[in-house]
């Protein structure tokens, strides 16, 4: 995992926690910027600190809409970019579509399917 991923990870991670006594950090020892403490980052084993915030990425994965899309349609026609194949107008009266092109549709199916919900 880099750096970037790590820090935003961490950040989904604590900000997903209703209690710090949930925190895989809580009772490690660590001393980690979150919402339950005012220190700075002092960081005694990085190592152990990316492979608890990996382990919970991993048991937390994102939810997308194509995700749950696919939980329905396990068969879905994805295209070339791993994006569920079907324009966005069509199940989304909200979507505004300015210019068709391949190129474009192409980042709008990919835009709106890996959006993040809830």
């Known amino acids: 995992m880099d750096a970037v991923k790590y820090l935003k990870e ?3 991670m604590c900000e997903s926690i209703k209690e710090c006594t949930d925190c895989p950090f809580h009772g490690c020892g660590l ?3 979150c919402k339950g403490t005012a220190k700075s980052a002092e960081y005694e084993d990085t190592e152990k600190n990316v492979s ?11 939810k997308t809409r194509q995700s749950e899309f696919l939980k329905m349609f396990p068969n879905a026609t994805l295209d070339v ?3 569920i194949y079907i324009c966005p107008i ?14 474009k549709c192409q980042a709008c199916r990919k ?8």
């Open 31 to 33: 001393t980690f910027p």
């Open 90 to 103: 069509a199940v989304d009266e909200n979507i505004d579509c300015q210019e068709v092109t391949a190129a």
């Open 81 to 83: 970019m791993g994006s």
């Open 111 to 118: 835009n709106y399917w890996l959006s993040e919900v809830e």
């Open 52 to 62: 608890i915030v990996e382990k919970w990425s991993a048991d937390h994965p994102k």
């Open 10 to 12: 961490i950040q989904r």
